[in-house]
């Protein structure tokens, strides 16, 4: 089975465009969408208890205040019940079309590799979200070496046990390619075409993607050259 985790907030219009555009992504496959509710304070629970009466596959994870994307993102990968979490955004902007073709790039790469990460193009973002976005990947590269353009991407595929894993912090769901990689897993890319969102505005701003994640940052780093070795693991018989 494939979890589609999906963090929200606010996005009581957006959603039912989105689940119904999931859905037909999906369809033949087995799969169920988490939605996490990070403590909205629109519609979206009535919203999500709606479709999931009309449409199924659907879980509604709800935090009683809002908590960061990251925890959302976190929420629902401890609920997954598939082998693989596919996440996306809750704005619309990612487009669920790229939601098998994430799944089945982790597949064919193989049990090495832990991420098939989403690299946006043609960026549909305002000049200074750009802007920033690029100077925060070119950074993250420069420190990190994790051979990923696009960070942010929301689209990201990976092995759920690998996901639970991965040492957790505000503002991890930027840094899983980097993350994977401590834990000696690769990465693969697949670039993805970005969408404009068609209601309602960012809930996460500049400033939390850009000061506190240069805090992140150093942070990954120090991880990673805290764990020099990941050696294979086998159980021999008695």
């Known amino acids: ?18 689940v119904g555009e999931v859905h037909a992504a999906m369809t033949g496959r087995d799969y169920e969408i988490i939605v996490v509710d990070d403590g909205s304070t629109d519609r979206t629970p009535e919203v999500l208890a ?30 997954a019940k598939g082998d693989i979490v596919v ?55 420069m420190i990190l070496h994790d051979g990923t353009r696009d960070s942010g991407c929301g689209l990201k595929a990976l092995h759920t046990e690998l996901f639970r894993q991965l040492p957790f912090f505000d503002g991890w769901h930027r840094y899983l390619p980097a993350l994977a990689l401590r834990e000696g897993r690769g990465v ?3 670039d993805v075409v970005d969408r404009s969102r068609i209601h309602g ?12 994640g240069i805090l992140d940052l150093f942070g990954v780093w120090w991880l990673r ?7 294979s693991v086998t159980e021999l018989g008695q």
């Open 225 to 231: 050259r805290r764990r020099k070795v990941v050696p």
């Open 50 to 79: 709606e479709l999931a009466r009309s449409a199924g596959r659907l879980r509604h994870v709800r935090h009683d205040r809002s908590a960061g994307q990251s925890a959302a993102v976190r929420s629902g990968v401890f609920a």
């Open 188 to 190: 693969v890319h697949v």
């Open 201 to 212: 505005k960012s809930n996460y701003g500049i400033l939390d993607r850009g000061l506190r």
């Open 1 to 18: 089975m494939i979890s589609i985790v999906i963090p929200c907030k606010n996005e009581a219009e957006n959603l039912p465009i989105l």
């Open 87 to 141: 996440t996306m955004d809750g704005d619309g902007q990612n487009d669920p079309a790229y939601l098998p073709k994430l799944a089945d790039a982790l597949v064919a790469a193989g049990p090495a590799v832990g991420i098939a990460a989403g690299q946006r193009l043609k960026r549909t973002d305002t000049k200074l979200k750009q802007l920033s976005s690029r100077f925060a990947n070119g950074l993250r590269e």
